[in-house]
C-alpha cells in the first residue's frame, strides 16, 4: 500500500436530524478506539448538522465533510452552499460527484470539475466520487467510464493542486440497499486503473478509496488490497457502533 493511513469514513446522505448527529459525533469523540487508531476517520452529515459535528469533534483526529459545495463564490444559487460556506462551518473535506447527484440533480464532468477546483480554493479536500454504471460494466466499459471521469475531475487545477485530491471508486451498481459489493479484486484492479490515470496527468499517486456497499463482512478483504487506501461507507457505518466496528477490524491498534 502507498500510503501508510487508510483513510475511513461515512456520508449520512440525507439522514439524521441534529440530535442524531449530536449523538453519533459524541459517541466518536469519547471512543478509546477512535483516539488509537492509526487511519484517518471522517464524517460526512448533511448540511444541517456539519457545524455541530465539527465543534463535537474539534480537538480530535476526525475529519468532517460536506456532501456537496457549488462552484461559484457566492450569488444567486438558490439553496446552494459555496466551498467558503463549507469552510466557515469546519468542513475540511467536500465530496464531489456522487452518482446520485449526477443521476437525480443534473452532476456533470463539466461542474464535477469546477466544484473540485472550488474546493482547492478554499483549502477543502475534494473527494470525488467516479464509478460505472451498471450498463457500462455489463458492456466492459469499465475502463473507459472511470478514465474519462477521472481526467475531467482534475481539468480545471494544476498538477501542484491536484495532490490534494482523494478519489472515491463507488460502482453504481454497488450503492445503496440492495447493492452489489464489487469482489476485492475487481476493485484493487479498479483502483489501480484510476491511479494510473491520475499518474499520467497530474505526476502524483493520489489516495483512492473504495465505496459502495462496504459491510462488516467484506471490509478487511478490501482495506486488505494494494492500491485501495481506505473505506467510504455508507449504511453500515450510519450508527456510531457500526462505523467503530468496521474500524476496529481493519485498523485495530
Excluded at 463564490?73 to 465530496?95: F, K, L, Q, R
Excluded at 464535477?112 to 483549502?123: E, I, P, Q
Excluded at 479498479?190 to 494510473?196: D, E, F, M, P, S
Aim: hydrophobic share 45%; net charge negative.
Amino acid at each position: 500500500m502507498p500510503f501508510d493511513t487508510l483513510w475511513i469514513g461515512t456520508s449520512w446522505k440525507m439522514n439524521k436530524v441534529r440530535a442524531e448527529a449530536r449523538a453519533f459525533a459524541e459517541a466518536l469523540a469519547a471512543s478509546d478506539l477512535a483516539r488509537r487508531t492509526t487511519a484517518q476517520l471522517f464524517v460526512i452529515p448533511p448540511f444541517t448538522a456539519v457545524a455541530e459535528v465539527a465543534d463535537r469533534l474539534a480537538g480530535t483526529r476526525v475529519r468532517v465533510g460536506v456532501q456537496n459545495v457549488h462552484w461559484a463564490e457566492a450569488g444567486a444559487w438558490t439553496g446552494e452552499i459555496s466551498a467558503a460556506m463549507a469552510a466557515d462551518c469546519g468542513a475540511t473535506i467536500a465530496e464531489i460527484g456522487h452518482s446520485e447527484r449526477r443521476t437525480h440533480f443534473g452532476e456533470t464532468d463539466e461542474t464535477v470539475s469546477m466544484k473540485v477546483a472550488a474546493a482547492l480554493r478554499h483549502g477543502l479536500t475534494p473527494l470525488v466520487c467516479v464509478g460505472d454504471t451498471r450498463e457500462e460494466h455489463d458492456a466492459g466499459r469499465t475502463a473507459q467510464a472511470l478514465d474519462r471521469q477521472v481526467r475531467a475531475a482534475v481539468s480545471k487545477v494544476s498538477r501542484a493542486e491536484a495532490e490534494r485530491v482523494v478519489i472515491a471508486y463507488e460502482p453504481v451498481w454497488s450503492i445503496g440497499e440492495g447493492g452489489t459489493p464489487a469482489e476485492p479484486a475487481f476493485a484493487d484492479e479498479q483502483h489501480a486503473r484510476i491511479k494510473a490515470t491520475l499518474a499520467d496527468v497530474t505526476g502524483h499517486e493520489l489516495r483512492v478509496l473504495y465505496g459502495g456497499s462496504v459491510n462488516p463482512q467484506n471490509c478487511v478483504a478490501l482495506a486488505a488490497r494494494p492500491n485501495i487506501d481506505g473505506l467510504f461507507i455508507g449504511r453500515s457505518a450510519w450508527q456510531s457502533e457500526g462505523f467503530l466496528g468496521i474500524v476496529g477490524q481493519v485498523d485495530a491498534p
